[in-house]
């Protein structure tokens, strides 16, 4: 079956055979918005976190949309203008099954954060059990409304696409009522939850605010609080953005004059496989600049945060510009990864021989500025107090007990002590350290791999 190119017809109208200011913008912003949010998109999939990976792969995938359809349709000149077989068959299904997608991977982001900062049911550990579930639950709202809209639009698509100049691929659809249950009511439906939980976290924040960073680390959700921050900011962004314009939407078909539905005339063979090419002089629908709105909020938020900067020297190292630009070598004080080594630090001592090392080393500092002032025959004032050990006179009878931890060999050096010895012993010192130094374990702070 051939299809059929009509153009729509309206009076009074100009056509713009030129490029338009427009034509230009449209395509510039969004390969720029691809090129921004694309290491984003790198770290969450590297992160294995799908509703955020979800999020951005279909802003990704609408900007790149404007991009192609900018190009091949820039102006008013019909006659020249391609027909978008198979592109636009393709984009259409797309174009609808973004708008569920994105609603529902903020769903998920909204409803995660929600739950790091419910006090009313912590939880310790989560089992592989709930692991799952979670998870079953992100893919069926992150794929499950893309895959719906994809297959029921067939039921109210009365050709095969619209063909709008600059704007290019856009779905059609029936005036009828069930257009407006199956298609247009499910975004703002689905905004719904994710206004509600992105308005819950907002209400937790301002009431834990003081307690943010102890509950969010006794969570099981894996978050720092400058990764919490940064998508609490686009999941609030997003809904705040995307409810509105849907409602409007849904609104504006639901007052327009509605037909009858017939299966029969929605999918008469002599009609279907028209492709209606529209002029616009220029003017560009409104969703268009949306999805580049929404691609600057991502890189806003993801794209210069501490891991999205790391990728982006990595890459350059990679490129080799380190040797052009040195600065890209330089470690950044806080604990972060090498670009070119990928070392990660540690943000506190991380073993007990480190802590001795430490307290030897600061102490034996301390006692070298005063050993000019004590005697070289007094073992035991030649180095400071430690609080653990009691200051002992050589030859007194109370030399074994009055030690607060009890050694064997610590007593066998203080005799030696007692009895004149005019050598200096330093074992004495280094067990009564290891006695001082070792009676606590030290906890370890390591630094985060990766979140989920």
Request: net charge positive; aromatic share 10%; charged share 15%.
């Amino acid at each position: 079956m051939s299809s059929s190119n009509s153009t729509a017809s309206m009076d009074g109208f100009v056509p713009e055979l030129g490029i338009s200011p427009a034509a230009i913008a449209i395509p510039l912003l969004s390969l720029i918005t691809i090129l921004l949010d694309f290491p984003a998109f790198i770290w969450h999939i590297k992160s294995r976190n799908l509703p955020s990976s979800s999020l951005i792969f279909w802003i990704l995938l609408s900007n790149l949309m404007n991009l192609v359809n900018a190009l091949l349709w820039p102006n008013d000149n019909i006659p020249t203008w391609f027909s978008g077989t198979i592109l636009c068959d393709i984009e259409v299904k797309l174009d609808l099954a973004a708008t569920l997608a994105l609603v529902g991977s903020v769903f998920c982001i909204a409803r995660t954060l929600a739950r790091a900062l419910d006090t009313s049911k912590p939880a310790i550990s989560t089992s592989g059990q709930q692991r799952f579930r979670r998870n079953l639950l992100d893919c069926a709202l992150c794929f499950g409304p893309p895959l719906y809209i994809i297959i029921i639009h067939y039921v109210v698509q009365p050709s095969r696409y619209y063909l709008f100049a600059i704007s290019g691929c856009t779905p059609s659809v029936d005036n009828s009522w069930p257009t407006i249950v199956l298609i247009f009511i499910w975004p703002p439906l689905l905004c719904l939850p994710s206004a509600y939980y992105a308005i819950l976290t907002l209400h937790r924040l301002r009431k834990y605010r003081r307690d943010f960073a102890a509950i969010l680390a006794s969570s099981t959700s894996g978050l720092t609080r400058s990764r919490f921050l940064r998508l609490f900011a686009v999941a609030f962004i997003v809904v705040a953005i995307v409810l509105p314009v849907q409602a409007y939407i849904l609104y504006t078909n639901a007052i327009f004059p509605q037909i009858p539905y017939s299966w029969a005339a929605i999918h008469d063979p002599a009609t279907w496989n028209e492709i209606v090419m529209v002029p616009t002089a220029g003017a560009v629908t409104f969703d268009r600049w949306i999805r580049i709105a929404l691609g600057v909020v991502v890189f806003a938020c993801f794209g210069t945060g501490q891991e999205a900067v790391r990728m982006y020297k990595a890459w350059l190292c990679a490129l080799g510009l380190a040797r052009v630009f040195p600065a890209l070598n330089r470690t950044s004080p806080l604990p972060s990864h090498n670009c070119c080594t990928s070392t990660r630090r540690s943000s506190g001592l991380s073993t007990l021989k480190d802590k001795a090392a430490s307290l030897f080393s600061s102490t034996f500092s301390r006692a070298s500025l005063s050993s000019s002032t004590l005697s070289s025959s007094d073992p035991i004032k030649s180095f400071p107090r430690m609080p653990s050990v009691v200051e002992v006179q050589p030859g007194s009878a109370s030399a074994a007990s009055s030690i607060t931890h009890t050694d064997p060999r610590a007593e066998k050096a203080d005799a030696e002590v007692g009895n004149g010895a005019e050598k200096e012993n330093p074992w004495s010192w280094f067990y009564r350290l290891s006695l001082v130094g070792c009676a606590q374990e030290p906890r370890h702070d390591v630094e985060s791999g990766q979140g989920r």
